[in-house]
């Protein structure tokens, strides 16, 4: 795209052209193109999740994200750690990833199913947004145990999904994923038979908070000490 205009009336915008003339415009990946074409305010919701994981993985030398989609917002993470592992199961959302990589931002992407195994490497810190819920029952056990199996001994574990109570407002789209749903009492009752201490944070929009449970619309569960 070209500019009209070669400078700014305020000179300080001008590195805004340097940016532009150096990296480029930033493509969306294909699920934030998604949210901008359909209901542009989950931006703001999803920013604010990745953000919450920025701040608990702040200085951590090694982070892995299971279930990473199109990893657009996980750059707020990586601004905070030394580096950044994402994983997803579908080499779709992998693809599109490596195609938009940024050398400024280094990212190593994985296609990787938790249902088959463990990652043969292990990391300070986990987290897996909005993935919990998509996973069926009876495969819950095995997932968390494999996702854990990469966690080291002292690492801390995220997990974040939408509540239980907030499915009645879920868009049918998400209501045929959402198959695992829990309430707040519920997420800790399970991720305690994996760790000693499990923190939940409630979410409502963009604000995370320690509020009651049955209202919260989403869920965001910090553990550590694991078993």
Known sequence: MTNKHSEFRESQYSELIDIE??????????????DWNVDPKRFVFTFARYKFVSKMF????????????????TRLVQQTVDHVTVTDFDPIFIDDIKARLDPDWPLEAKVHNFLDGPLNETFDGIF???????????????????SITSLNQHGTFIV?????????YAS??????????KSGSELKR????????????????????????????????????KR
């Open 21 to 34: 003339n150096r990296a480029g415009r930033t493509e969306l990946g294909i699920m934030r193109n998604y």
């Open 58 to 73: 702040e200085g951590f030398s090694r982070v892995l994200e299971i279930g990473c989609g199109d990893g657009f917002a």
């Open 128 to 146: 897996s947004l909005d993935v919990l819920e998509h996973i069926e029952p009876s495969n819950e056990p095995a997932f968390l145990r494999n």
């Open 160 to 168: 974040g999904m939408p509540s239980l109570e907030s499915q009645p």
């Open 172 to 181: 049918g789209a998400s209501k045929i994923g959402h198959v695992n749903c």
């Open 190 to 225: 399970t991720l305690k038979n994996y760790f000693h201490s499990v923190f939940i944070f409630s979410m409502n929009d963009e604000v995370v908070h320690t509020g009651f449970y049955p209202m919260a619309h989403y869920l965001i569960a910090v553990c550590c000490d």
